[in-house]
Structures are given as structure tokens and as C-alpha cells.
């Protein structure tokens, strides 16, 4: 790792879920036939040049097995400029739940005026499946022209740029992983929600090298962070206590308490103490708000012998959602309602950064001691990358750009990766992306995992559900899958 302690909640994002259930959902309506296909005039305009290409149809079938399958996708677009061009690029995205976008890269000769048939087919991976099912849209996102001049639309990334996925590893069947973390060796830890146990992996071919249960039933592990030396901390966020785990695969359980606080988020600073954040509300009647030492917004710090220490955010009902461990021993938290807080190592807090409409979901530190976050708009429909600085005055400012990614996201981890990027997972979405301070976005999406929640006729398709996200050394990506109980490694490029 390069030094970054990072984790995110995502209980908000099962609360939207919990609302896609009270209301009709188009993902789960019966699938209408495949068209041959449907008209689809989407263009993309580029600054004060014109238009390059237009796209004027989107159509095909397909069938799926498992991640991969065969596909049969027909587009029809052509160059409207003046220029030959010898390389296209475009974007197919589909809507629905789980939402997909793949892209294509095209060369040849392709001159003015004459139209462009593409066909997408054979051994396809099988995100293309949803563009056969439901409306999609096709938008091209580069051009490059015999005279050497090219074009390419804001925000888009090249087909060659996105990521791909390098490695798949399978954990025990319905495990249901919540959290990774890279050990020291390299190896993975990963936090098993319905085994309640605690997974050891070997990153390099994927064994299980050993899978210790949590001695409390039930306890609900969802987040872990490496500790000193080969020590991993994790928190139960049903069973109220902070674990830790040595690399023999011994346990340790401290209690938090309490029966009704939920510890989530958890980072270790430099003497050992692990800091963690406690995703509780004011309706929980088991944690008394009149005590001092008792609240429902709370940081709460545990150091290696067990005594744990709780200190109160100023802010009600702030839920806080990421936290991690500066370098300088200082404490950056996010809230649910908008507000970015930074506490000292004695837990006075210093400051809570005001809400400008954004809603922060990661926090984190690059090598260079810059801090980075990650939050989406106030719709959750874009994704914004930030830069936390100091002002003159020794406060901090945030300058955010956003990203444009289709559909609604619901943020369950994130990780900085050696650029400075943060990529980070969407549930919702079904997919890894990317957002970094130029504003592009890349992303990739991890197929259909086959479950669904709810009853009778609304239903929502869960996909894979990527919940947690880790950086390597060397830069790779590892994440978990909580619907597939599996551990995906990813090249970002």
C-alpha cells in the first residue's frame, strides 16, 4: 500500500435500495423482446467544430452465460465533417438495472458522408447482454483524422484507457465479503458479512489460506484495516466490538460498550490505536444521548490493549460514512449530511468543513501528504472528485470537479490509486469507476450476479454488488463482490 488508510460505509446506498423496493422498478419489469434494431440519433458536439459523427442506430441480440456469453451488436454512424478519419471510438450505454457501458474502438477509412457499420459479436463480454433488452444510447467519444488532428468528447476516457479486469478468485459459496485489506506480505483480508468469519487470501493464485470464524454469532464484520506489523482491525457492526486478527489466524474481540451502537469505518494511526467511526442514529434507545461519553454521532478510538475512548461530532445525526488517519495523527471523517470533519489526536475536533451541496463519501491521503475526497451531487447522479487545501487563514478549502457517469450512484469504497485518482465502487451502478481532477471518468462494469431483493412483482437486481475497494503496490486494484463471494483484480491503466 502506500501508506493511505481508507473505508467508506454504505448504508446509504441500502437505504436507497430500500426505497427502489417501495416503488415501481423498471429494472425488474419482464425483459421485451430484442429489437433488430432501435433508432438512436445521439450526437455529440464538439467545442465549436462541429459535429464529427452522428450515430443513427443501436440494435442487436445476445445470449449470456455466467460473465461471458455471445453478443450480437449492430451500430450504424457516420463521419458528417469534411475529414476522412481512420480511428472512431464510441460508447454504448444501457440505463437499466444493472447499468452497463462498454466501449468500442473502430479503424479504417472512414470518409464524409458514407455511413459505418459496425458489428460487436462472438464471445462478447456479457454486459453487452442489457443493450439487447433494453432502449440503449450510442455516443461517440473520439475521432482521429487522416491529417492528424483528432477529437474526443469532455469527460470521456479511450477504449484503451479503461480498466479491465486481470484475475477473479472465488471465496467460500455465499460468504458474502463486506471489506478487503492488504496485509503487509501482500496478502488479502476480507471480511465475510454471512460467514462471519475472516478470510486470509493469497493474492498471487488466489487460495484460501484460512477462514477463522468470529467467536460472536452474528456479529455482522463489515470493515478491516491492516494495523501494525501483520496485525488486521476489523469492526462488528452488529456485535458492537472491534476485532483484531493476527496472521495465525488468532481473534481478539473488545467490546465498544454498548449493545445498540454500530462501529463501521476503521483506521489505525502510527502508536497502534484504531480510530472508528460509529454509524448510529438518535432513535437508538440503547445508547443513552444524555451521557457524555454516550451519542449518536461518534469517533471512537480503541488502542491495542482494549480501552476504547469515544468523543462526540458536533453535528446531529451526522452519520459519519469514511475515516481515516492523517499522516500528521489528525482524524478526517465524512458526514451523511454534508460535512467533511477533521479531528485531533486527543479528539477535540477542529473544524467540520460546511456542506456545499455535495454529499462526501471517501476520504483519503496521497503519498505527497495531499488530501483527497470523493463525494457525488446532491442528485447522486454525478460523481465529484476533490482537493482539501489549506486557506491563509489555517482553514481548509475544496475545490471540486465532477465527472459525468450515467445513471444513480451509491458509493460503497474507495481507494487513491499511485496517479492520485480515486476509484471507488458504485453498487448501484454495478460497476468500478474512476474520478480524478481532470474531470474524465472511466469505468467498468462487473456483469450480473443474480440475485434480487424484494418479493412478488418489485424485485431489484442486485448485480454483483461491489462493496470494498484496495490499492496494491503495484497499483492494481482488489475488490469484493458481496452477491458473488468473490475477489476481483483489476488493471486500471
Known sequence: ????????????????????????????????????????????????????????????????????????????????????????????????????????????????????????????????????????????????????????????????????????????ENSRPRGIAIGADGSLWVVEERANAIAHVDAGNGKLLGEYPIPTAQADPRYIARGAGDTMWFTEFRGAKIGTISPDGTIREFSVGCTGCHPGPIAVDASGNAWFAEMNIETDRSRPTASPTYGANVIGRITPQGMVSEFAIPTQNSYPTALFVARDGTIWFTESGGKIGHMASDGKVLVELASTGERPWWIGEDANGVLHALSTDARATRVGYSILSRTPEGGYQKISTFSPLSGLIAITGGALDLQGNIWFTDMLGNRIARAGQDGRSAELNLGRGGTSVGTGPITVNLGTAPMSIAVADDGTLWLVELMTSRIIHIRPH
Not at 429494472?27 to 455529440?44: G, L, N, R
Not at 450515430?55 to 456469453?69: F, I, Q
Not at 454512424?77 to 462498454?102: C, H, Q, S, W
Request: glycine share 10%.
Open 1 to 172: 500500500m502506500i501508506g493511505i488508510r481508507q473505508n467508506i460505509g454504505s448504508t446509504a446506498a441500502l437505504c436507497v435500495m430500500l426505497v427502489l423496493l417501495t416503488a415501481p422498478v423498471a429494472a425488474a419489469e419482464p425483459a421485451p423482446p430484442a429489437p433488430a434494431a432501435s433508432p438512436m440519433p445521439a450526437t455529440i458536439e464538439p467545442p465549436g467544430n462541429g459535429l464529427p459523427i452522428t450515430v443513427t442506430k443501436c440494435g442487436g441480440s445476445a445470449r449470456v452465460e455466467g460473465r461471458r456469453g455471445s453478443a450480437r451488436i449492430d451500430v450504424n454512424y457516420e463521419v458528417t465533417g469534411a475529414k476522412t478519419a481512420d480511428a472512431v471510438e464510441f460508447l454504448m450505454r444501457n440505463e437499466f438495472g444493472p447499468r452497463y457501458a462498454i466501449g468500442v474502438r473502430d479503424n479504417g477509412t472512414f470518409s464524409p458522408g458514407v455511413p459505418i457499420h459496425h458489428l460487436l459479436a462472438a464471445d462478447a463480454p456479457n454486459e453487452i447482454g442489457p443493450f439487447t433488452s433494453y432502449p440503449n444510447h450510442c455516443s461517440l467519444t473520439y475521432v482521429h483524422f487522416t491529417d492528424g488532428t483528432e477529437w474526443r468528447s469532455a469527460g470521456s476516457f479511450l477504449v484503451a484507457e479503461r480498466p479491465e479486469v486481470i484475475g477473479e478468485f472465488g471465496l467460500p
